[in-house]
């Protein structure tokens, strides 16, 4: 099952030939190496952004059979490192999704990618889920930023690797691999699949994603610690950092400050939870947010802007 999972994983470069050998003097950062995986019989290719570029961009797919595509990215998330490039192709192998959040700490896991470049291509490692709700800090370029409700397995990853699928022994991928600790061994992190599935379907479905947005930056509580020490009282629900100007949350009673508990009635404990439901609504529907504010709880109705 892992082998025939192999030959639904490509190979991805930000310049056309990825050359055949290690020894020409490019670097993996130079030829933009990396992974992807078939989602779709019909050409789309789940990634890393870092990995194709932002949406829009172009970048060059390389299938299991050697096959060449040049392909174009229909959708990518900054805050997911997740994108969704396109090529022109039918009837190809494609992934079988499992559900992220049934993981269990301990189950054996099995990474897919192109750890060092061509030669190494679509190398399988295993490990086990060593956590889970993971919470990250990345400083580049002075900026930092968080990457929340992780995947952490002591699967081999390697630069390459990112894009590339987490799986199960039955071939049922669990996750996005997408950055590796440097300066520990044995500590890589993938982005659960769920979070994902509904931008998927529809680009599948439809060959469209009309995505909607709250506009806010917000933190589970793990993440909210490293904002601020008075943070720590986020037990359950989401920490409303920041709310972007002129967005749908300006336009409401949210406060930053603000902890959400619940959308549309159902309990939220994490970032990629509330991502997840708001990837199935369209710009211009409502929902409703429980928040506490303090001693204080109550309702506020948002209409969803277009992102």
């Not at 174009?72 to 805050?79: A, H, K």
């Not at 009673?253 to 199935?280: H, S």
Request: glycine share 10%.
């Amino acid at each position: 099952m892992i082998e025939e999972t192999t030959k639904k994983v490509v190979g991805i470069s930000k310049l056309k030939s990825m050359g055949e050998s290690l020894l020409t003097g490019a670097n993996e950062e130079d030829l933009g190496l990396g992974s992807g995986v078939i989602v779709s019989s019909n050409g789309y290719i789940l990634s890393n952004e870092h990995v194709t570029g932002g949406k829009y961009s172009k970048c060059y797919i390389t299938l299991e059979d050697g096959q060449n595509y040049e392909g174009t990215v229909v959708w990518s998330d900054e805050d997911l490192d997740l994108s969704i490039t396109k090529i022109k192709a039918e009837n190809l192998p494609y992934i079988t999704f499992g559900n992220s959040k049934n993981i269990k700490i301990g189950e054996t896991v099995y990474a897919i990618g192109n750890p060092i470049g061509y030669e190494f291509r679509r190398t399988v490692t295993s490990g086990i889920i060593s956590a889970k709700n993971r919470t990250i800090k990345i400083e580049e370029q002075e900026k930092i930023s968080y990457m929340s409700n992780l995947i952490q397995t002591d699967a081999t990853i390697n630069p390459g690797n990112s894009g590339g699928p987490l799986i199960y022994a039955n071939g049922e991928m669990i996750g996005i691999n997408t950055v590796k600790i440097s300066s520990a061994e044995g500590i890589g992190f993938a982005v659960p699949i769920n979070v994902i599935k509904n931008v998927i379907q529809s680009f599948v479905e439809t060959n469209n994603f009309e995505e909607a947005t709250l506009g806010i930056y917000a933190y589970d509580g793990t993440a909210a610690r490293y904002l601020n020490e008075n943070t720590g009282r986020v037990k359950q629900g989401i920490y409303v950092n920041q709310i972007i100007q002129n967005s749908a949350a300006s336009r409401t009673e949210l406060k930053e400050g603000d902890i959400i508990t619940k959308v549309d009635g159902k309990q939220i404990a994490t970032v990629n939870e509330l991502r997840e439901y708001i990837f199935t609504k369209k710009p211009n529907e409502s929902i409703t947010l429980d928040i506490s504010r303090g001693k204080i709880t109550k309702q506020i109705n948002i209409i969803l802007d277009k992102k």
